[in-house]
Nanobody, 115 residues
């Protein structure tokens, strides 16, 4: 079982930046993968970024070059640095853990990009 606690969402202007944090209840090295997903109203939830315990990263094409997922192993925490934000990035962002063939989810944090 993995408990996830997210923070860092908020309102930001287009072109601005936010950093989301997700603290896990166990070592990231014992979780197969950690990721960030987002869901906008009326749209399906989509994968934004993912990192495996082995250090492999992948990103949605829409965020490549703008978002960076990173890990602090000592803090059991994964981050999503979001730069050059666009209005279409507006969504609820969810932290995800892939652990022992099950998905675990954080409570979600709202990111709103608007002038």
């Amino acid at each position: 079982q993995v408990q996830l606690v997210e923070s860092g969402g908020g309102l930001v202007q287009p072109g601005g930046s936010l950093r989301l944090s997700c603290a896990a209840s166990r070592s990231l090295l014992r979780i197969h993968a950690m990721g960030w997903h987002r869901q906008a109203p009326g749209k399906q939830r989509e994968l934004v970024a993912r990192v495996t315990s082995g250090g492999d990263w992948n990103y949605a094409d829409s965020v490549k070059g703008r978002f960076t997922i990173s890990r602090d192993i000592s803090k059991n925490t994964v981050y999503l640095q979001m730069n050059s934000l666009k209005p279409e990035d507006t969504a609820v962002y969810y932290c995800n853990a892939d652990h022992n063939f099950r998905d675990y989810w954080g409570q979600g944090t709202q990111v709103t990009v608007s002038s």
